[in-house]
């Protein structure tokens, strides 16, 4: 939540920032400002609403020229999102620029010190006092910002990142994190800090992950990293392996449009160079040998939103697979409720982002009674993956939009392996029976394509149903995470309401919810094999459209059973039960998707959302 940016070197400041902020965008979108350093004095220029209200005021009320400069683009915390709380923050003396992401969780205090020696405050923020704090620490330690910085950040409670500019220090940017993400970008002759990469990869992709607690302080020429307490930190370099254009629209209308349409490749990547010679499955990142795999006999998965619902399918496959107990919980609800965990239990945290605070905390909370942790994450350099005791990225390249679409099939598809490399160390399966799913799971990005061909009717349908008060959503086995998810981004694109249910909880409860014309989405499972779940949910859609209910049945190739009792029907291709759901979720994207344009809504950035969640 929240986008930071900063930047110094030879280039006008201002454009790399607004720039980066545009690619940040997605992190929080209340308000953004910007402050450069020119001569002896800061200037800052903020505004509540997008980028593209400051970029308004930019144009009415331009900046002066600048090498060093700081921009925000806010989610709004502490304070309503206007100009006045609109970050940069600055000090009384008007000396010291500061932006923040996070929460300082002591601010009330701090807040109250400086009141009581009579600083005015004039916003309602948090990160107002960091700005007072440096000016009133700068001049005891000889104007130097970067150790002004460190004393201040040993007086915070709460997670933050936190980048400051000061006007006597014309060639300086500090930064600070704790828990919130910041990375540095190194360049040549210039130097960026960003919370993300992809705001300054137009420019370098040679990047520095910050560690817990550290300050590090930017010229042209020099990155220097410290600890809180001043000590010299070590840093973890690393090379962005996607450039500029992967995080541009390229011809699509929205992002969302382009991630959908990226699926069969961000998919084919999740499993590209995991497959040996002989079909099995080789994952040389996973940092847990082979005794302590054997020894897991529990896995518990952490995740919010949509990694939640790749959590809860890939619950199905982890337990038919390996045959070890598996629990799916939201990650704000763990480490509340005293969960029995042990050196045995494998706690798989899945965050796209890697920059969830919830499954930050959940996790650490595992590690501390002892749990190993297995992280599924796409983007590099942050905390989650840093502090987790084996990786696996999905390497689903960014994802921009605020609703997450590919970030989700390529965790479902990075869970499948995991499970299976349980299975296949642990000896449950045979490597034939091993090798057979791997290519089910291999000819996926295929069908993905074929299924992304045929859509156009769904989006028929969404035009079609855009006055509907509700939508529903059933399904049962994977189906019903499926639905869930369907009804999530209904929610949060198309801002309506719209819920998941297994289809067997139907009759115990939200049948009274049916009225004649309400959309019914139905996820139906392959009918192959005589499969029971098939028949029970063939009933399920009767009992829907007894009721008066709309049907929208979404249904293997071929599968007439349902024919009779589908108001419309959306195929997939067929596959095994446990694929569907790289098939069957994406007509639900493209279905929220379409709905919300023509509801007229932003799609890449809905009301209310930030793509990270970077507080609790
Ligand atoms: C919904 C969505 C969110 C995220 C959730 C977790 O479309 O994107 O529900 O899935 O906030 O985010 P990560 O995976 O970054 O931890």
Same mark, same amino acid.
């Given at each position: 939540m929240c986008?930071?940016?900063?930047?110094?070197?030879?280039?006008?400041?201002?454009?790399?920032?607004?720039?980066?902020?545009?690619?940040?965008?997605y992190r929080g979108?209340?308000?953004?400002?910007?402050?450069?350093?020119?001569?002896?004095?800061?200037?800052?220029?903020?505004?509540?609403?997008?980028?593209?209200?400051?970029?308004?005021?930019?144009?009415?009320?331009?900046?002066?020229?600048?090498?060093?400069?700081?921009?925000?683009?806010?989610w709004?915390?502490?304070?309503?999102?206007?100009?006045?709380?609109?970050?940069?923050?600055?000090?009384?003396?008007? /000396?010291?620029?500061?932006?923040?992401n996070g929460i300082?969780?002591?601010?009330?205090?701090?807040?109250?010190?400086?009141?009581?020696?009579?600083?005015?405050?004039?916003?309602?923020?948090?990160?107002?006092?960091?700005?007072?704090?440096?000016?009133?620490?700068?001049?005891?330690?000889?104007?130097?910002?970067?150790?002004?910085?460190?004393?201040?950040?040993?007086?915070?409670?709460?997670a +933050?990142?936190?980048?400051?500019?000061?006007?006597?220090?014309?060639?300086?940017?500090?930064?600070?994190?704790?828990n919130s993400p910041?990375?540095?970008?190194?360049?040549?002759?210039?130097?960026?800090?960003?919370s993300d990469?992809?705001?300054?990869?137009?420019?370098? /992709?040679?990047?520095?992950?910050?560690?817990?607690?550290?300050?590090?302080?930017?010229?042209?020429?020099?990155?220097?990293?410290?600890? +809180?307490?001043?000590?010299?930190?070590?840093?973890?370099? +690393?090379?962005?392996?996607?450039?500029?254009?992967?995080?541009?629209?390229?011809?699509?209308?929205?992002?969302?449009?382009?991630?959908?349409?990226?699926?069969?490749?961000?998919?084919?990547?999740?499993?590209?160079?995991?497959?040996?010679?002989?079909?099995?499955?080789?994952?040389?990142?996973?940092?847990?040998?082979?005794?302590?795999?054997?020894?897991?006999?529990? =896995?518990?998965i952490i995740a919010c939103g949509t990694a939640y619902h790749a959590g809860?399918?890939?619950?199905?496959?982890?337990?038919?697979?390996?045959?070890?107990?598996?629990?799916?919980e939201l990650a704000s609800e763990f480490r509340?409720?005293?969960?029995?965990?042990?050196?045995?239990?494998?706690?798989v945290a899945i965050s796209q982002s890697v920059e969830t605070m919830d499954t930050l905390m959940a996790m650490r909370h595992?590690?501390?009674?002892?749990?190993?942790v297995?992280a599924i994450c796409n983007t590099?350099?942050s905390t989650i993956p840093r502090e987790s005791?084996?990786?696996?990225?999905?390497?689903?390249?960014?994802e921009?939009?605020v609703?997450s679409?590919?970030a989700f099939?390529?965790q479902?598809?990075?869970?499948?392996?995991?499970?299976?490399?349980?299975?296949?160390?642990?000896?449950?399966?045979?490597?034939?029976?091993?090798?057979?799913?791997?290519?089910?799971?291999?000819?996926?990005?295929?069908? =993905?394509?074929?299924?992304?061909?045929?859509?156009? &009717?769904?989006?028929?349908?969404?035009?079609?149903?855009?006055?509907?008060?509700?939508?529903? +959503?059933?399904?049962?086995?994977?189906?019903?995470?499926?639905?869930?998810?369907?009804?999530?981004?209904?929610?949060?694109?198309?801002?309506?309401?719209?819920?998941?249910?297994?289809?067997?909880?139907?009759?115990?409860?939200?049948?009274?919810?049916?009225?004649?014309?309400?959309?019914?989405?139905?996820?139906? &499972?392959?009918?192959?094999?005589?499969?029971?779940?098939?028949?029970? =949910?063939?009933?399920?859609?009767?009992?829907?459209?007894?009721?008066?209910?709309?049907?929208?049945?979404?249904?293997?190739?071929?599968?007439?059973?349902?024919?009779?009792?589908?108001?419309?029907?959306? /195929?997939?291709?067929?596959?095994?039960?446990?694929?569907?759901?790289?098939?069957?979720?994406?007509?639900?994207?493209?279905?929220?998707?379409?709905?919300?344009?023509?509801?007229?809504?932003?799609?890449?950035?809905?009301?209310?959302l930030a793509k990270s969640v970077t507080v609790e």
């Amino acid at each position: 939540m929240c986008g930071i940016v900063g930047y110094v070197g030879e280039k006008q400041a201002l454009t790399v920032v607004v720039e980066g902020l545009r690619r940040l965008e997605y992190r929080g979108y209340d308000s953004a400002g910007v402050a450069v350093v020119c001569g002896d004095r800061l200037e800052t220029r903020k505004k509540a609403g997008k980028l593209a209200n400051l970029e308004v005021l930019l144009g009415s009320d331009p900046l002066p020229a600048s090498t060093t400069g700081i921009g925000h683009t806010r989610w709004a915390t502490h304070g309503a999102p206007n100009d006045v709380n609109a970050h940069p923050h600055v000090s009384e003396d008007g /000396r010291i620029a500061v932006i923040h992401n996070g929460i300082i969780e002591n601010f009330a205090e701090l807040r109250a010190e400086l009141a009581a020696d009579g600083v005015l405050l004039t916003s309602e923020t948090d990160t107002e006092v960091v700005a007072h704090l440096l000016a009133a620490q700068s001049p005891l330690v000889g104007g130097d910002l970067a150790e002004a910085m460190r004393q201040v950040c040993r007086r915070l409670e709460g997670a +933050f990142t936190l980048v400051a500019i000061d006007s006597e220090q014309p060639n300086l940017v500090v930064g600070a994190r704790r828990n919130s993400p910041l990375v540095v970008g190194r360049g040549e002759g210039e130097n960026f800090l960003a919370s993300d990469v992809s705001a300054f990869i137009a420019y370098t /992709r040679e990047a520095i992950e910050l560690g817990q607690d550290q300050v590090v302080a930017l010229t042209p020429e020099s990155i220097v990293v410290t600890t +809180f307490d001043g000590e010299p930190a070590e840093i973890s370099e +690393f090379t962005v392996t996607w450039d500029a254009s992967a995080a541009e629209k390229g011809g699509y209308d929205t992002f969302m449009l382009k991630e959908i349409a990226e699926q069969p490749r961000a998919v084919a990547d999740t499993l590209r160079g995991r497959i040996g010679r002989e079909g099995l499955l080789q994952l040389d990142e996973m940092r847990l040998g082979d005794v302590e795999l054997r020894e897991i006999d529990k =896995i518990i998965i952490i995740a919010c939103g949509t990694a939640y619902h790749a959590g809860l399918i890939a619950k199905y496959a982890i337990e038919h697979w390996t045959r070890i107990p598996c629990e799916v919980e939201l990650a704000s609800e763990f480490r509340y409720r005293d969960p029995i965990l042990d050196r045995q239990t494998l706690v798989v945290a899945i965050s796209q982002s890697v920059e969830t605070m919830d499954t930050l905390m959940a996790m650490r909370h595992a590690r501390e009674q002892g749990s190993r942790v297995l992280a599924i994450c796409n983007t590099q350099g942050s905390t989650i993956p840093r502090e987790s005791d084996a990786v696996l990225y999905t390497h689903a390249g960014p994802e921009v939009a605020v609703a997450s679409t590919k970030a989700f099939l390529t965790q479902v598809v990075a869970c499948y392996l995991v499970a299976l490399y349980l299975a296949q160390v642990r000896g449950n399966k045979f490597g034939d029976e091993i090798v057979a799913i791997l290519r089910q799971l291999s000819d996926m990005p295929q069908k =993905i394509d074929l299924m992304l061909d045929t859509v156009e &009717p769904v989006r028929e349908l969404a035009r079609a149903f855009v006055h509907a008060r509700s939508v529903l +959503f059933i399904g049962r086995h994977v189906g019903y995470p499926v639905a869930l998810e369907g009804a999530l981004k209904l929610k949060e694109l198309a801002y309506m309401h719209a819920e998941g249910f297994a289809a067997g909880e139907l009759k115990h409860g939200p049948i009274a919810l049916l009225e004649e014309g309400l959309p019914v989405i139905v996820v139906v &499972p392959s009918p192959r094999g005589r499969s029971v779940i098939h028949e029970k =949910i063939v009933s399920n859609i009767q009992e829907v459209r007894a009721r008066g209910a709309l049907t929208i049945v979404i249904a293997e190739e071929g599968d007439e059973s349902v024919t009779p009792y589908a108001d419309h029907i959306i /195929r997939v291709p067929e596959c095994p039960t446990l694929m569907q759901p790289l098939l069957a979720t994406v007509p639900l994207q493209v279905f929220a998707c379409e709905m919300a344009t023509a509801k007229g809504h932003d799609v890449d950035q809905p009301r209310n959302l930030a793509k990270s969640v970077t507080v609790e």
